[in-house]
């Protein structure tokens, strides 16, 4: 409308500014009250995206407030002398408007001294009006006085009210005068109420990001720094305690993921590989040191290589007795291979320990049911190589 | 102090005296943690927990390797590397961090790190890497070499940017660094990845360096990209 105050409002209270505009015509047509409801609350609400009202900022100037009587005391003036002609119209709102709008620059007096009161703490923040224990007993007496004037004469008024065609006007007038009064009264003790709900929900907000904060760091890291002071003589125990948590912490930071939810449907390689090194990391005391390069959407064969590529990881990770292993996966637009490297002892592939040849097999028939190839290097002492390599049909050729 | 005077600029021997260290890291627990861990192995000149003293320091003792962890306040790693490279080039880095992700590496090694390693690094194999520095190699993690064979994709048409300026020089890797790189990401220590493809150690070094000079000067968008973004932080 003028100076903000709907948006204002609206941004304090999330009451769509519109519907705010909306009241406030609604109450000027209600003779004229509803305008200098409208210029309190333009005086005492901060606009949108400010943090100081214009009444605080205004009053500090001690000449405003003179200039505000004077106003007030010639507007008085001019509808006395209006009364006088004989202007009846204008004689009936003598009263009311004079009351209200004088009264209303005490009541803005009245919350200046709280606000200035205030200031000095509650910088930064957009206090609306201060709390009343703070607030001068002068004041406040002053602002009940006022409220109490206007309810009485609007009371008044009412009552008195006998000329059958003025009375639908003056009952209005009569009407929004006791309601502003109730306003003058109440109104800052409402709008307190008002602001510190806000900043009550504010606060609950806050202290329940904080709980979730709290519990998800108990969960998580501290119990695995009890399970690693439990474990402290087991130095594998403790690694894969760390690098567990290390991981889970990292994805929770920088991913967004939550502890415990770490999430099982992948759906690109290099997820995938992540999933592979956290579970064998996990059920096996073994570090697992995984590199990717490249990366794109699991296919079904892609899917059965990386299930022989965990298969070989836990095969690394269960018998060749090292304490890490690689994992090495590279995707290129014609084909994707991955090499799982442990430097334990290994074996020699053509005197069969029949075991691992099976396992052996297993992840060759796997590869090669889905068209790729399985290549294992290794030799006793000399740690193992696996070589899986799936070629890309179709997708790898956009 | 090293008989050698190995503060020389020059990539000629590793100095044979103990190499001289000094450690920038703003955790205190972790740099009496490294103290410790390289022991006897190398002359550790002195500490710094913060860029400015670290500058300050590292400037008056001249040091032949200075370990500097990425995070730190004030410009990290990088903010020490980029004002040490420009009064004392002869000065080597190699960073430490506590993790190997490529936001962090990519930005020290660009401005001029020769390696790094990740803070849960053996004691063993950090004065192995410290070495290599002093020796003027550069120290390649699997995870880093990853990394090199990511942005130095084949196909410029996979990076999806705008038309790359292309330096063959400078911007693509040869088929050889390739395979280098291939088989450090695979776990191969130089060592092996010399008997694999039946060439010296010697020579798998200078591939590596080769390969670090490709990354700190190449301007291929995924590199800019990550050093941007890092100085961002």
């Known amino acids: ?398 | 102090m090293s008989e050698s005077g190995g503060a020389g600029p020059t990539d000629a021997d590793a100095p044979r005296g103990k190499v001289r260290v000094f450690l920038v890291d703003d955790h205190h627990l972790f740099l009496s943690g490294v103290r410790a861990e390289l022991g006897d192995a190398v002359e550790v000149v002195g500490d710094a927990d913060e860029v400015g003293a670290a500058i300050e320091l590292i400037g008056e003792r001249v040091p032949d390797v200075v370990l500097v962890d990425v995070h730190m306040p004030d410009g990290g790693g990088q903010a020490v590397i980029e004002a040490i490279g420009r009064s004392h080039p002869q000065v080597r880095f190699l960073a430490l961090s506590v993790s190997d992700a490529a936001e962090d590496v990519i930005g020290v090694i660009r401005a001029g790190a020769r390696g790094y390693v990740t803070k849960t690094i053996s004691g063993l194999e950090l004065t192995d890497a410290v070495a290599r520095v002093a020796g003027g190699d550069a120290v390649f993690s699997p995870r880093l070499a990853g990394f090199v064979l990511d942005a130095f994709a084949a196909d410029p048409g996979a990076a999806g940017g705008a038309v790359p300026t292309f330096d063959p020089e400078l911007d693509q890797l040869t088929p050889r660094e390739r395979e280098v790189l291939r088989l450090i990401a695979r776990g191969y220590a130089y060592k092996e990845v010399a008997r694999e493809l039946s060439i010296s150690v010697k020579t798998v070094e200078s591939h590596v360096s080769a390969v670090l000079r490709k990354l700190q000067l190449s301007s291929r968008h995924q590199l800019t990209r990550w050093a941007s973004e890092r100085r961002l932080l």
């Not at chain 1, 004037?149 to 008044?156: A, E, K």
């Not at chain 1, 003058?184 to 504010?202: Q, S």
């Open chain 1, 1 to 398: 409308m003028g100076g903000g105050v709907a948006g204002g409002l609206s941004a304090r209270f999330g009451i769509d500014a519109n519907l705010i505009r909306f009241a406030f015509v609604l109450v000027a047509i209600g003779a004229g009250t509803g305008l200098a409801a409208y210029v309190v609350a333009w005086l005492v609400v901060p606009a949108e995206g400010s943090t100081t009202s214009i009444g605080r900022r205004a009053l500090k100037d001690r000449r405003t407030v003179a200039l505000a009587f004077a106003f007030v005391t010639a507007l008085v003036a001019v509808l006395l002398v209006f009364g006088a002609l004989g202007l009846t119209f204008a004689a009936n709102l003598v009263w009311p408007v004079s009351i209200t709008l004088g009264g209303l620059v005490l009541v803005w007096r009245g919350s200046d001294d709280e606000e200035r009161a205030h200031l000095s703490e509650l910088m930064g923040r957009a206090p609306l009006i201060g709390s009343p224990e703070r607030r001068t007993r002068r004041s406040t007496i002053g602002r009940v006085l006022v409220g109490a004037v206007l309810v009485v004469v609007g009371l008044g008024d009412l009552v008195a009210s006998s000329h059958p065609l003025l009375n639908t006007i003056k009952a209005v007038l009569a009407a929004n005068v006791v309601i502003v009064g109730f306003l003058v009264i109440f109104g800052p003790w409402w709008l307190r109420l008002a602001r510190d709900l806000a900043v009550e929900r504010r606060e609950r907000v806050r202290n329940e990001e904080r709980a979730n904060m709290a519990a998800t760091v108990h969960d998580s890291v501290l119990q695995t720094l009890a399970l690693i002071q439990r474990a402290a003589g087991d130095h594998g125990e403790v690694t894969r305690l760390a690098r567990a948590q290390e991981r889970e912490l990292r994805a929770w930071l920088f991913e967004g993921r939550a502890p415990g939810s770490f999430h099982r449907d992948v759906s690109t390689v290099s997820q995938a590989v992540t999933v592979i090194e956290g579970d064998v990391e996990a059920s096996h005391r073994v570090a697992v040191d995984s590199v990717t390069v490249g990366d794109c959407e699991l296919t079904t064969e892609l899917r059965a290589l990386l299930g022989a590529g965990r298969e070989a990881t836990v095969n690394a990770a269960k018998w060749s007795g090292a304490s890490s292993v690689s994992l090495f996966v590279e995707v290129e637009p014609t084909q994707v291979s991955i090499f799982v490297r442990d430097r334990g002892v290994g074996f020699d592939p053509d005197a069969v320990d029949g075991d691992r040849q099976g396992i052996a097999e297993s992840i060759r028939a796997r590869m090669q049911r889905h068209g790729g190839r399985a290549t294992i290097r290794s030799a006793p002492d000399q740690g193992t190589e696996v070589e899986l390599v799936m070629p890309r049909t179709g997708a790898g050729r956009e």
